[in-house]
């Protein structure tokens, strides 16, 4: 069962729920992998003493331009859907703007003169690491510089879910935009991380409306529960959606989490709520299975 843990913005706790769900899964007995899916800030792997097992470089199609063989037809230029092929005919100028390349391979089909080159970049890596006892551990992480996080994200769970386990917990990035897309069509069930606040209730409804427009079932945990005010509860009673649990404020958590430890390995009310909320995933990973 993959199990994406996502939230509508950074700062709700996503990882912090990721980290001690995964120790909680594994404590109850059960076969459990941790994927960093969050890859332009991997950091749920802080919270272990791990050793890098492997390396694979995540590589993404770009394509060269050989002036000598271009006519300036322009073809590649309007092929291109994302704007990456920088074209003006009267200066006889083309070029490739990386950035916005999403190597998609759409001017090399257009191009019918063989002005256009096959190539790649690194844009990337996904690394396995182990523990002491040697539970395994994967994270996606893009290059400095790039801006292509979806190959990355793809290849990572691509590895992940090739791996024997029961459970596969994916942290996923923060906000509703393709990176969290991309981690949720591969999970089985998605875990929302919500604060109770007016900005944390926005972006809420942002993430319920996007996992509703691909069927995808979910359920919400309210972390730092007794502050802000009820909104977020009428809106989830209003809408029919289940709330695995109500993680309450506590500075002792933060105090943990600041630390790189894990709460449930410190505070016996966190490790009993984590508990249930385990049973609570289990019993409707076996509900939509």
């Known amino acids: ?19 001690n769900l995964f120790k909680t899964f594994q404590s109850l007995g059960h076969s459990t992998l941790l994927v960093d899916c969050d890859v ?12 890098k097992l492997s390396e694979t470089k995540v590589e993404e199609y770009r394509p060269i331009i050989d002036k000598d063989k271009c006519v300036y037809c322009g073809l590649c230029h309007e092929y291109c859907e994302y704007k990456a ?6 200066l006889k100028q083309i070029m490739l703007l990386d950035n916005l390349c999403h190597g998609c391979k759409a001017c090399s089909v257009a191009c019918e ?9 690194e844009i990337g890596s996904v690394s396995f690491f182990a ?7 994967v994270e996606g992480r893009l290059k400095e510089g790039k801006i292509a996080s979806i190959p990355i994200i793809k290849e990572t769970i691509k590895e992940a879910v090739s791996l024997p386990y029961d459970y596969v917990i994916l942290d996923s990035s923060p906000g509703t935009s393709c990176p969290f897309i991309q981690t ?3 999970s089985d069930y998605i875990v929302l991380v919500a604060e109770p606040t007016p900005f944390g209730l926005s972006d809420l409804k942002q993430s319920v409306e996007t996992l509703d427009s691909i069927n995808k079932d979910y359920g919400v945990i309210i972390n730092r529960s007794g502050l802000g005010d009820i909104e977020v509860y009428n809106y989830l009673q209003e ?4 709330i695995i649990a109500e993680i309450p404020f506590s500075k002792e958590i933060a105090r943990y989490y600041s630390e790189g430890k ?3 390995s410190h505070i016996e009310e966190t490790k009993k709520l984590f508990e249930k909320i385990c049973k609570k995933i289990i019993k409707n990973g076996t509900s939509i299975s």
């Open 85 to 90: 092929i920088f074209y003006v005919p009267e």
């Open 40 to 51: 332009e800030c991997p950091n749920s792997l802080l919270f272990f003493n791990l050793k």
């Open 262 to 264: 894990l709460a449930v």
């Open 131 to 137: 523990d002491a006892n040697k539970h395994v551990f």
């Open 184 to 186: 949720a069509v591969r």
């Open 113 to 121: 003169y063989g002005a256009i080159e096959d190539s790649s970049t």
């Open 239 to 242: 809408n029919n959606i289940p």
């Open 1 to 19: 069962m993959n199990i994406a843990i996502a939230s509508g913005k950074g700062g709700t706790g996503k990882t912090f729920v990721s980290t």
